[in-house]
């Protein structure tokens, strides 16, 4: 059986795409937040420098949630009770936090585990989508605190790349200035007929070409036509179900404005208070099994 957490005083930490955070903790409050850009090295490497740099402790456990090579349990799962796996780096005690798979539609919900997770322990008895928009964006049905399914997209990858190649960039319009109501429009437009996304995109290039129109307004008809189509996509796990949102703020905003255009009432959330939350879940989860295990 893996060795669980110490009783008092732990890290955590997550491991993203762009930083890394560590909190120094005891039981289950934070005591400091250290944060480092992630470097063209590798995950491990990153994560050793991160903990050699604050100096902690090699004999109390750190929990670690976004290393990929972590192991990946199939749904339907429980977020919040998870095993987790225990490995030596460098006389450090990880613990590793697993991640989620689907094999059908086969899926990955890699990164995102742990905000759900302390979603769920912040909002018991909360059923519902959660809708986590990233490098890859997933529509994650949940109930009875257990990840019952997921559908992933995209969306906010191909938006980014067409922007840069339909010459969206800062020379037009900053990526963050959009107009709400061409989202809008747009995002209705391709919900009713999916079908036409790839021509509403052509339509699109013609008009940056000739017309010389507004830079918002262009990156707004961008967005809602792509979130339109993912919205038509994923209707069977939004219609009719709580919903919730956690992204950061400039990802978090072209959603909200195409979901809410729809009449749908939504609970956004912070991505790091999230994880945070997800690890504490963890180490209380893992605290729990050791005393049932004593």
């Keep these: 059986m893996s060795p669980a957490p110490s009783p008092s005083h732990w890290t955590a930490v997550l491991l993203g795409v ?23 090295a590798t995950p491990e490497q990153d994560l050793v420098a991160a903990l050699d740099h604050i100096q902690a402790p090699k004999a109390n456990p750190v929990l670690v949630s976004g290393l990929l090579r972590a192991p990946l ?27 989620l798979m689907q094999s059908s539609p086969q899926g990955l919900l890699q990164g995102h585990t742990v905000q759900i997770a302390g979603f769920l322990a912040l909002n018991p008895k909360w059923d519902g989508v959660i809708c986590l928009p990233g490098a890859v ?32 960039g800062s020379e037009m319009t900053p ?13 209705d437009d391709t919900m009713s007929r999916p079908e036409r996304l790839a021509s509403r995109l052509a339509e699109l290039q013609a008009q940056i070409r000739h017309a010389n129109p507004d830079g918002a307004e262009i990156m707004g008809k961008l967005w809602g036509y792509l979130i339109g189509a993912e919205l038509a996509a994923a209707r069977p796990y939004w219609l009719g179900q709580n919903l919730a949102l956690i992204a950061e703020e400039d990802l978090a905003a072209p959603y ?8 749908l009432p939504v ?16 180490w209380r989860h893992a605290q729990g099994d050791a005393q049932t295990s004593n």
Aim: hydrophobic share 50%; no cysteine; aromatic share 6%.
């Design 18 to 40: 762009d930083d890394i955070i560590l909190w120094t903790m005891s039981a289950s409050q934070a005591q400091q937040r250290h944060q480092f850009p992630r470097s063209t």
């Design 137 to 168: 964006t997933h529509w994650v049905q949940v109930s009875a605190a257990e990840v019952v399914s997921f559908q992933s997209t995209l969306t906010t990858g191909l938006q980014a790349t067409l922007a840069t190649a339909l010459t969206l």
């Design 175 to 187: 990526q963050s200035s959009w107009a709400e109501s061409a989202l809008r429009e747009a995002a």
């Design 267 to 282: 609970t956004q959330t912070a991505p790091e208070r999230m994880a945070l939350a997800g690890l504490v879940q963890a």
């Design 73 to 99: 349990v199939n749904v339907p799962a429980k977020p919040g009770a998870l095993a987790l796996i225990s490995e030596v780096m460098e006389g450090w005690q990880l613990q590793l936090l697993p991640d």
């Design 256 to 263: 909200l404005a195409a979901l809410r255009a729809q009449g």
